[in-house]
């Protein structure tokens, strides 16, 4: 399955919950489920990672939780991007906030 942010096909969604490393060179969206549809709530980059416990130690985790309500309402969409650079991610990362505004991209990190 997959799913269209701007003109990009990001593969899932699949709930925050089911998601295991490893994780290369990937823009990702954390997603909440509301009723029939996905309302972003967070989006960022990553070079890669092995740490299964990546999204819980993330600084917006809260964020994420207080929005969906429980980490069961969690969703997460990727979009590989192998051999790509920081910057070339952080664009993507940028253009998507600058459209839909999501929520925990938006708050202070208290």
């Not at 823009?27 to 070079?47: A, H």
């Given at each position: ?88 991610r952080d664009r993507i ?18």
């Amino acid at each position: 399955m997959t799913i269209q942010i701007l003109h990009y096909e990001f593969l899932g969604p699949i709930k925050l919950s089911e998601w295991g490393p490893p994780m290369e060179e990937v823009v990702y969206v954390i997603l909440m489920r509301d009723k029939d549809s996905f309302n972003i709530l967070y989006i960022d980059q990553s070079e890669k990672t092995e740490e299964k416990d990546f999204f819980i130690k993330n600084v917006k985790f809260k964020c994420w939780i207080s929005n969906a309500g429980s980490e069961e309402s969690l969703y997460l969409s990727i979009l590989p991007m192998w051999k790509s650079g920081k910057e070339e991610r952080d664009r993507i990362v940028n253009k998507t906030i600058a459209k839909y505004n999501p929520i925990c991209n938006m708050e202070n990190d208290s």
